[in-house]
């Protein structure tokens, strides 16, 4: 297969039965601002969510990034169409076909509902399927115990931590979990998504 250049990995819309997927616009800012309020998200200290009033410079930053080519970011709807929040591609390597799946936040109301298994079952997909990629990474703070196990039950492998990786908003040092999924694991991965979201809650 040929490199895929950059912008193959340009934001798409993607829809499911209980979220959908639309490229990040300057528009969304007010149901941004109204998704992160739910659970005041910006206050937990191993995060990097945008407070209310930083939220315009969270989008320009997110499409700055897009312009570069190395981010591709989205707004996430849930079953009603209502904006719940943020995703991205990001770290992408269209050379190597990788790419990280990461800087999610979800309104707190839509938190442990399905929205985010299907929503990664999508972003997923079209990595593997439509974009070829060999590899999609997920990162997250060593102490944000939550979304470890987020990632762990998508199916992710914990590839290491990289310690004192980098500095948190308050001037800590972050260790950072780095799990992947390889594509030979897709197949499985994929079922074990769709599992999940046809199971009686």
């Not at 209980?18 to 200290?45: K, T």
């Not at 707190?108 to 439509?130: D, I, M, W, Y």
């Not at 004192?164 to 950072?176: E, M, N, P």
Request: hydrophobic share 40%.
């Amino acid at each position: 297969m040929s490199d895929l250049p950059v912008n193959e990995f340009r934001a798409v819309p993607l829809q499911g039965r209980h979220v959908q997927l639309l490229p990040l616009h300057p528009s969304h800012h007010d149901g941004l601002v109204e998704a992160v309020r739910d659970g005041e998200l910006w206050r937990l200290w191993y995060t990097a969510i945008p407070a209310p009033e930083g939220m315009a410079a969270e989008i320009e930053r997110r499409l700055g990034l897009q312009q570069k080519g190395s981010m591709a970011p989205f707004t996430v709807l849930d079953a009603d169409g209502k904006i719940a929040g943020m995703t991205t591609y990001m770290n992408i390597d269209s050379t190597q076909r990788r790419v990280e799946i990461g800087s999610t936040w979800y309104a707190k109301r839509v938190q442990k509902s399905p929205l985010n298994t299907e929503a990664k079952l999508l972003l997923l997909g079209h990595a593997f399927e439509t974009l070829g990629c060999i590899a999609v990474e997920f990162r997250t703070h060593f102490f944000n115990q939550a979304s470890r196990r987020a990632i762990e039950r998508l199916g992710a492998k914990l590839d290491g931590i990289l310690r004192q990786h980098q500095r948190t908003k308050d001037g800590s040092l972050r260790d950072t979990c780095v799990y992947s999924i390889i594509a030979p694991e897709w197949p499985t991965v994929k079922m074990h998504l769709q599992w999940q979201l046809e199971k009686p809650r």
